[in-house]
């Protein structure tokens, strides 16, 4: 088959190809912000609101931040980038499963489905990460990075790290049923222990041995280490999580691939 | 030309696999209308969506070179539930590469479903659903159409209308049919092929192909 492949065959495939998840990314617009574009503000204000209320508590309980003088700084560092790798996740998931009907039309492939998916996500976070920035430079609170570029490769690393594991759940998910309901609780699990709320190298070393292996853990180091003058995680690999999302998206490709049959809406 | 070369074609079933094509390789001509037969269970359906491309063969593949063909009309739900009817129909000019004003005004007039047009699919009846989805597949200009049991919807004289645009088209595609009805078959068809233990035989006329699904039948006992 590939012998036969020519240069302009390709070159109209993948221009048919991004038609049709161009086409699926302004279906997925439509649903996923809704029918009044309430959705639309709600994706940008939500970590706005979410940092309020968590640094509001941790005021209030009178405590100081485990890194600088802010605790919307922190969970700045630790929210959004967990936010980045969990709607990439969760939402990547059910991108097969919530296609079904549209899937059977031959020309619109499960993959299509997973990257108009994942493509509308990126495009979500940047521009909630861009309107957290810009807000919070209008309340002056110090956001300004020590190094933008290694919060830069935090940001990346959660992208990558989300994006392989949306590709793996969309495939699991259309497969086996149950896995959403584990998933959903494998991400509770993971806002609580990946350090959103606490710097991993303060655990005490039984929790630190298992937690270390956690890569979403390593994003958030990646992101804080970028942050914060001075800051030095001595756990953090800062590959790892690149490593560990491009595993899981070759897992997820090759796992499409091999049961296309059975994942197959048709 | 449609071609399948060497393609094996299988699906899990309570009982074990069931094989509907064994290493099959065959040409589908232009030019003549093709009605499918076989038993309950043969994979009239499923030979359908190998046809279309919307399911892949276990081996050997399905080479369509430059004949566009329909997605299977009739069972399939081709629509998004929370999407409205219009926002469908521009769904699938997107996929396709059609004119979506063209193609919208065209599909709301043909359906005739008024503001439902607007509504979420998943508020429509059935008939609602169905005279959309007719209305769409008219639209565009496919070289092949599959038919899978379609059911006439709407009052005689949506019928009358449905029947006209479908007659105006098979002029120049060609269809690819399964039904129950040897008479829609007869109608619609000339040629025509049966389906059996893994394998597909043709036939020059729909009748001969008739006469040996209906021999089939007989010696299976289903009345099907």
Same mark, same amino acid.
């Given at each position: 088959m590939s012998a036969e492949l020519t240069w302009s065959e390709l070159k109209s495939?993948?221009? +048919?190809?991004?038609?049709?998840?161009?086409? #699926?990314?302004?279906?997925?617009?439509?649903?996923?912000?809704?029918?009044?574009? +309430?959705?639309?503000? =709600? @994706? %940008?204000?939500?970590?706005?609101?979410?940092?309020?209320? %968590?640094?509001?508590? +941790?005021?209030? %309980?009178g405590a100081r931040p485990p #890194?600088?003088?802010?605790?919307? @700084? +922190?969970?700045?560092?630790?929210y959004v980038t967990f936010a980045i790798f969990r709607d990439l996740s969760t939402r990547g998931s059910t991108s097969v499963s919530a296609n079904r009907a549209l899937l059977a039309l031959p020309p619109v492939r499960n993959m299509d489905a997973i990257w108009a998916r994942l493509g509308l996500e990126v495009m979500t976070s940047v521009a909630s990460v861009s309107f957290l920035i810009a807000i919070f430079l209008y309340l002056e609170v110090p956001i300004v990075p020590a190094d933008p570029l290694r919060v830069g490769q935090g940001f990346a690393a959660m992208l990558v790290l989300g994006a392989g594991f949306g590709i793996l759940n969309a495939v699991l998910v259309a497969m086996i049923k149950p896995w959403s309901m584990? %998933?959903? =609780?494998?991400?509770r699990l993971q806002y609580i222990f990946?350090?959103?709320?606490?710097?991993?190298?303060?655990?005490?070393?039984? @929790? #630190?041995?298992? #937690?270390?292996?956690?890569?979403?853990?390593?994003?958030?180091?990646?992101v804080r280490e970028g942050f914060y003058s001075g800051y030095k995680c001595n756990i953090l690999m800062s590959p790892y999580p690149f490593v560990v999302g491009g595993a899981l998206a070759v897992l997820g490709l090759t796992l499409e691939k091999l049961f296309r049959r059975r994942v197959d809406a048709k | 030309m449609i071609r399948f070369e060497n393609v094996t074609k299988r699906y899990p079933t309570k009982t074990g696999m069931k094989s509907i094509l064994e290493n099959a390789s065959f040409e589908i001509a232009r030019g003549r209308s093709l009605g499918v037969l076989g038993v309950n269970g043969a994979g009239k359906s499923t030979f359908l969506r190998l046809i279309s491309g919307s399911e892949l063969p276990n081996r050997g593949r399905v080479r369509r070179d430059g004949v566009t063909v329909s997605w299977p009309l009739?069972?399939?739900?081709?629509?998004?539930?929370?999407?409205?009817?219009?926002?469908?129909?521009?769904?699938?000019?997107?996929?396709?590469g059609r004119r979506i004003d063209e193609v919208t005004d065209y599909v709301r007039d043909f359906a005739e479903i008024g503001a439902h047009f607007d509504e979420p699919v998943k508020t429509y009846s059935s008939g609602m659903r169905a005279r959309l989805a007719f209305g769409l597949s008219m639209a565009f200009n496919f070289d092949v159409y599959l038919v899978d049991e379609i059911t006439a919807v709407g009052d005689a004289r949506f019928k009358a209308k449905c029947a006209d645009v479908f007659s105006e088209k098979l002029e120049r595609s060609d269809i690819v049919m399964v039904s129950h009805s040897m008479g829609t078959l007869r109608t619609y068809c000339s040629v025509?092929?049966?389906?059996?233990?893994?394998?597909v035989e043709f036939f020059d006329t729909i009748d001969e192909a008739i006469d040996l699904y209906e021999r089939l039948t007989k010696s299976v006992g289903t009345v099907s």
């Open positions: 495939g993948s221009a +048919f190809q991004a038609r049709i998840i161009g086409a #699926l990314m302004l279906r997925e617009m439509r649903t996923r912000f809704g029918e009044y574009h +309430f959705g639309y503000v =709600w @994706a %940008l204000i939500e970590p706005v609101v979410q940092i309020g209320i %968590l640094s509001g508590m +941790f005021y209030v %309980l #890194l600088g003088m802010s605790y919307e @700084a +922190f969970f700045f560092t630790g584990i %998933l959903s =609780w494998m991400m990946s350090g959103v709320f606490f710097l991993p190298e303060k655990l005490p070393p039984v @929790a #630190l041995d298992i #937690l270390v292996w956690n890569p979403a853990s390593h994003g958030i180091a990646l | 009739g069972f399939m739900e081709t629509f998004h539930g929370s999407l409205s009817g219009r926002d469908n129909v521009k769904f699938a000019c997107r996929v396709y025509g092929c049966v389906l059996r233990e893994g394998g």
